[in-house]
């Protein structure tokens, strides 16, 4: 027991004391305490109200923190009001409850290691989709703009080069009308020419016809006149040797010198030569004049039929109701929304925060009640109070089980030693192998982001004027002579001069857009998280043992080492005494594992060891170590997390 002082302070005090009309005056030194102590109850009261302040202020500190680690990432109002929010739940809470404060104090630790890590690696996440990732979509947007300008002004020129090489076609065009319309009136003159010599022929033909028809005629006639005498000649002949036949009979052969005078009727035929001369001339003029004059009518008819035709043909589709600007504007904005696309989907990340410390405050919890309820729960660690307990144990004929074997020592081991048990080895080879995948992707699309940034940077230091497509080769053509075929192929070589020597402009100078820069002070942020997120993967395990200690010092009652000894080892002594009540207490066992009369136990067990360990293992004791006995007993610490001071 400590002495309590008290110091005492002197105080000079004069008093007048009147008595039968006389006064006496005493003068004297006051001795009192310079503070009373308060009463026991007023001074928990303080200590309690303290620490709900103090819990309150760290609540408030905890959510500022979160605001400022969270502010670059994140929408100021958004930031503001989770902040807020966080601020309200987490001091109130901590202030007024103390399993808020245990679950809090308990989370700090886990911050420090795996869901520290993922909390790093969340910002890295959100600041390397907030930053290059951000930054390559704005350079390739601005890349596409740049190659969309650079179309629609090709296209412009295009057009414009266009509409100049058309223009000497439509020359062409004129003339070809012109020589239409002058052959159209050449061909109405000659038709007309054509007409008064068909006239004039026709008449003559006519005169012909009716002068053939007359030479026919006057044939005919003569022929029927001057034909008349023969034949009557003949039929006299033919009826006078009828008769002479018919007379005679059978000497009828006398009628034939009848048939000897018949030849006579022949110069009757003298008058029809002059029948034939007319017929002839008719079938002469026939024959050598109207045939030709026919014919060299029809030659002259082919010379003046000619075909004038002029085919222009212009193609173009035109299908589309809208320009190329709109077409473009279309493009570009279908660009933007794939590229925006990754942004919106990453737009749900700025919850993740709070939820990964929501996340965290559940485990928190979680690890809490296992702690109180489960007596195996993270009861891996060899403490001083153990050592001394064995040794104890030791002293009094037991089993040692120190020092461990190498399989225990892969489990079990001191809260400050710096060795790892295999659970924390493989959640650190995890957390590692976690940050250098992170370190991967994040290197890559900063590589990315530097790659795009160079490229159009070299580009738009490389051209410094517009970049023009023109004719490899120019050929030039000369057409010489007078008429219109001569400047209807003149006009040609015109358009085609104006194609070949017309440049279009590929990339201009107006289209390119300078790229945005990478942001050096984001990328040394992302070196910053992912170094101390390897930092805390590494050392992690370290931390996840300080829950444990959080939650002895806010729960001390429930740290309590009990003794099981097998039958073999420990047939007497202290340990037989403790197997003996701990069998007792293990039959006793009521629902949910919780022991009947945790009080008796504690002051049985405090009473036989002062300073009880704090730690729990359970061990067993082998033959093959010094100071151990056959047999292999059983000796077990095993925090008794049912025993409870507010239970008792």
């Not at 305490?33 to 309690?48: F, I, T, Y």
């Not at 979509?137 to 100049?164: I, S, V």
Request: hydrophobic letters at 45%.
């Amino acid at each position: 027991m400590k002495k309590r002082k008290t110091v005492l302070m002197k105080t000079e005090v004069k008093v007048q004391v009147e008595r039968g009309g006389a006064r006496r005056s005493f003068r004297g030194v006051l001795h009192r305490s310079a503070c009373r102590p308060l009463p026991a109850g007023v001074r928990g009261h303080l200590v309690e109200g303290g620490c709900s302040l103090g819990a309150f202020v760290s609540g408030l500190l905890l959510a500022s923190l979160y605001g400022v680690s969270c502010l670059p990432l994140q929408e100021l109002w958004l930031c503001v009001s989770l902040t807020l929010s966080l601020a309200a739940i987490a001091s109130f809470s901590m202030g007024l409850s103390s399993v808020v404060r245990t679950s809090v104090c308990v989370m700090l630790p886990s911050l420090s290691a795996a869901q520290g890590r993922k909390f790093l690696l969340f910002l890295f996440m959100s600041a390397l989709l907030s930053g290059p990732l951000t930054n390559t979509l704005e350079n390739t947007e601005r890349a596409a703009a740049g190659l969309l300008c650079g179309a629609e002004l090709a296209a412009n020129q295009t057009q414009e080069l266009l509409q100049r090489a058309a223009t000497p076609l439509f020359s062409v065009l004129d003339r070809v009308r012109e020589i239409s319309s002058n052959a159209h009136a050449a061909a109405a003159r000659v038709r007309s020419l054509i007409d008064a010599l068909t006239d004039s022929v026709r008449h003559v033909a006519r005169t012909l016809r009716n002068v053939l028809h007359f030479l026919v005629d006057i044939g005919d006639v003569c022929n029927a006149k001057m034909g008349s005498p023969y034949r009557n000649c003949r039929a006299v002949f033919a009826e006078a040797r009828d008769d002479c036949s018919e007379l005679l009979r059978e000497f009828n052969f006398l009628c034939g010198i009848v048939d000897g005078f018949l030849p006579l009727c022949s110069l009757a035929r003298a008058g029809e030569l002059f029948c034939v001369l007319p017929s002839y001339i008719a079938e002469h003029l026939k024959k050598r004049l109207a045939a030709p004059t026919v014919a060299a009518f029809e030659r002259m008819k082919r010379e003046f039929d000619f075909n004038i035709s002029a085919s222009v043909t212009f193609e173009l589709e035109a299908n589309s109701s809208r320009s190329l600007q709109q077409v473009s504007q279309d493009i570009m904005r279908d660009v933007s929304s794939e590229l925006k696309l990754f942004q919106t989907l990453s737009a749900p990340l700025m919850y993740g925060g709070f939820l990964l410390l929501v996340c965290g405050f559940l485990r928190a919890v979680r690890y809490r009640h296992r702690y109180l309820r489960e007596l195996d729960f993270d009861n891996v660690y060899l403490s001083a109070q153990f050592e001394e307990l064995d040794r104890q144990v030791t002293c009094g004929g037991g089993a040692s089980v120190l020092p461990i074997t190498r399989r225990e020592a892969k489990t079990y081991i001191t809260p400050l030693s710096l060795q790892l048990s295999a659970r924390e080895r493989r959640a650190m080879f995890r957390g590692v192998a976690s940050v250098l995948k992170h370190l991967v992707m994040g290197g890559l699309l900063v590589a990315l982001d530097f790659l795009v940034f160079w490229t159009l940077d070299q580009v738009n230091h490389q051209v410094k004027g517009d970049v023009v497509a023109r004719a490899p080769v120019t050929v030039a053509l000369q057409v010489s002579g007078s008429g219109y075929a001569s400047d209807i192929f003149r006009d040609l070589v015109a358009s085609f001069d104006v194609l070949q020597r017309g440049n279009v402009t590929v990339l201009s100078r107006k289209c390119l857009q300078p790229p945005a820069e990478p942001d050096h002070a984001n990328c040394f942020l992302l070196g910053f998280l992912l170094g101390l997120a390897l930092v805390v993967s590494l050392f992690g395990g370290f931390m996840q043992r300080c829950r444990r200690l959080v939650c002895a010092s806010y729960h001390p009652e429930r740290e309590l080492v009990t003794w099981r000894g097998s039958p073999v080892s420990h047939a007497g002594g202290i340990c037989s005494q403790l197997s003996v009540l701990w069998r007792g207490a293990e039959s006793g066992r009521g629902q949910h594992g919780r022991l009947p009369c945790p009080t008796l136990s504690r002051r049985v067990l405090s009473a036989m060891f002062p300073q009880f360990g704090k730690h729990v293992c359970r061990l067993r004791a082998t033959s093959d170590l010094p100071g151990r006995r056959g047999g292999g007993g059983v000796v077990s610490g095993v925090r008794a997390a049912r025993l409870s001071a507010s239970r008792s």
